[in-house]
């Protein structure tokens, strides 16, 4: 079976979708393939959400926002948008996702961080989803007594 494949959309491509493609990388450990872009490119990652993703040892700094193109989500086994409503694509006999989550643009560190949180739990419960086994420190994310498993993005 070959490893599966994820695209994270949502507008700017400059603070959600990149920390999941960011966190979803970093679980994966290339067990399983991530790209992520946007409706409306940014021109460059949200600072505040690079230096959330820092806090946990993940450089997306190096990330750039990009459109996607019709080739790269036919080539998804699962599409996850997040806040980008119409402009998404769709493409019958895909697995779609829609996360809501609070657009961390505008928000200083503080504010992101909430939002980060909420993507690592959803992307260790998307790998759990799609049979790519976590670490055990992965795993403790998603347990029933971590502040993570709170949904305060809903």
């Given at each position: 079976m070959s490893?599966?494949?994820?695209?994270?959309?949502?507008?700017h491509n400059a603070g959600r979708s990149q920390m999941a493609l960011g966190f979803?990388?970093?679980?994966?450990?290339?067990?399983?393939i991530a790209r992520s872009g946007g409706s409306e490119p940014?021109?460059?990652?949200?600072?505040?959400?690079?230096?959330?993703?820092?806090?946990?040892?993940?450089?997306?700094?190096?990330?750039f926002?990009?459109?996607?193109?019709?080739?790269?989500?036919r080539a998804a086994d699962v599409v996850v948008t997040m806040g980008c409503g119409d402009a998404?694509?769709?493409?019958?006999?895909?697995?779609?996702?829609?996360?809501k989550l609070d657009d961390p643009a505008g928000l200083?560190?503080?504010?992101?961080?909430?939002?980060?949180?909420e993507i690592e739990r959803r992307v260790l419960v998307l790998l759990d989803e799609l049979g790519v086994p976590a670490t055990d420190a992965s795993r403790?994310?998603?347990?029933?007594?971590?502040?993570r498993t709170t949904?305060?993005?809903e």
């Open positions: 490893a599966p494949v994820v695209l994270f959309l949502c507008v979803f990388n970093h679980h994966a450990k290339g067990r399983a940014a021109d460059q990652v949200n600072p505040a959400a690079v230096a959330a993703m820092a806090e946990r040892g993940i450089d997306i700094a190096r990330e926002p990009k459109p996607w193109t019709d080739e790269i989500v998404c694509p769709y493409f019958p006999g895909k697995r779609y996702e829609d996360w200083d560190v503080d504010g992101v961080r909430p939002v980060r949180d403790a994310a998603t347990s029933p007594s971590s502040p949904n305060s993005a």
